[in-house]
């Protein structure tokens, strides 16, 4: 059942109420038109028999009733119209039996055999009831018993006929009702078939499509919300839409989870490395204070230098005051001088320079080590140089 498509199970299902309803209503409209037709039967057939023959009976009856009244009057006081009455009576009565020939073809046998029947029992009747009349009692209670017979005989065979056609009609009557009762049972087990199969189809489209699709629409939900379990999965073994809807979202589900993995995966790395370059800012930052202190201690040797050339430069302009009359060479000596505190004002200008650019390039502090020892050796030779014009 699974490995049907949604639309073959909606094709199959009304497929099987197309053809539950089609059974039903080819069943209801055979027993509809038995009953129409049974109906028919008995209205226009049934009845009329059943009537033309309460009328034979009643022919018969008054053929009788007409000769013994004739034979009881002899004819007498204008009573004599009895025969005339008699005679049409028999003529009903024969009209009759034809009749009840073309209309029950089928019980021809027992009209067949009434007829004889019949025409002894009007023939003996009216030779008794002339008899009465021409001979009186006497002649007439000799023909009575003969009369008595041929009635006896025509009653018996008008009360089979009339038997078997009452019997016959009670029976289409039943077997049409019980034809009714059958549709009618019929019409009630198909409608409960027909509510069961609905009630079933329901329960399986509960099941099978309305179940899956919450499902699907619970976890798109979770998803949707950003509390979702990823690891769940829906049913994908199913062989229809909804088996390959459930399988594209659980393989849509997977490629989630393995992208939330691997950006989780990014996340921690990148919070390592976060970590890590917080320790080297830290670091740097030591490494930066430590580089502004060794600078502004050069700065300040710097500032001792430049008094200390200023001071080498006051004593040389003394010295060379003094020895304004000293020899040529002292002369010379002088020139040495000057050209030397051009010189140190040159280096004191050229460390000033030096300080604004080791305070702009703090970062460069790994080539302090070695500023701060030429620095010392000049710093030497300059008092050694103060030390020699001293001197």
């Known amino acids: 059942m699974q490995s049907l498509t949604i639309r073959n199970k909606v094709v199959a299902t009304f497929a099987l109420l197309f053809l539950l309803l089609a059974v039903q209503s080819t069943f209801l409209i ?65 009209r009759l039996i034809d009749e009840l020939l073309v209309l029950d073809a089928e019980n021809a046998s027992a009209y067949e055999s009434i007829k004889p029947a019949l025409e002894s029992f009007y023939s003996v009747g009216k030779g008794m009831a ?12 000799e023909k009575m018993p003969e009369f008595d017979a041929a009635a006896g005989t025509l009653i018996e065979e008008v ?71 990823l690891t769940k999965r829906l049913d994908d073994s199913r062989r229809d839409e909804l088996g390959i809807t459930a399988a594209s979202i659980n393989l849509f589900v997977a490629k989630t989870q393995e992208t939330i993995r691997a ?3 990014v996340a921690r790395e990148m919070a390592n490395a976060a970590q890590h370059l917080t320790s080297l800012a830290v670091q740097t930052d030591e490494n930066m204070s430590s580089q502004l202190q060794e600078s502004q201690q050069v700065a300040t040797a710097m500032s001792e230098m430049l008094a200390s050339a200023q001071e080498v430069a006051r004593n040389t302009s003394d010295t060379a005051a003094e020895t304004q ?34 305070a702009e390039l703090g970062e460069q502090s790994a080539n302090i080590g070695s500023v701060l020892d030429v620095i010392k050796g000049i710093s030497e030779q300059t008092n050694l140089l103060a030390l020699n014009a001293a001197i």
């Open 30 to 94: 055979v027993q509809s038109d038995r009953l129409q037709k049974s109906s028919n039967m008995i209205a226009n057939r049934d009845q009329v028999i059943m009537a033309s023959t309460y009328e034979f009976q009643i022919a018969v009856i008054q053929v009788q009733q007409w000769l013994t009244d004739i034979s009881a009057t002899r004819g007498m006081d204008g009573l004599n119209d009895g025969f005339d009455k008699a005679a049409a009576s028999y003529e009903t009565a024969q």
């Open 130 to 141: 002339e008899t009465y009349v021409r001979r009186g009692a006497v002649g007439g209670n």
């Open 159 to 229: 009360d089979n006929l009339m038997a078997f056609t009452k019997a016959r009609f009670q029976d289409r009557l039943a077997r049409q009702s019980i034809a009714a009762e059958l549709m009618k049972q019929t019409t009630f087990v198909s409608s409960i078939i027909f509510l069961v199969m609905m009630i079933f189809l329901v329960i399986v489209a509960l099941r099978n499509i309305l179940v899956p699709i919450n499902k699907m629409a619970k976890l798109a939900r979770d998803l949707a919300e950003g509390e979702g379990d």
């Open 263 to 265: 950006m989780s995966s």
């Open 325 to 358: 009359g000293v020899n040529e060479e002292s002369r010379s000596g002088k020139v040495d001088i000057e050209t030397t505190t051009d010189k140190i004002e040159a280096l004191a200008a050229e460390m000033d320079e030096a300080q604004r650019v080791v």
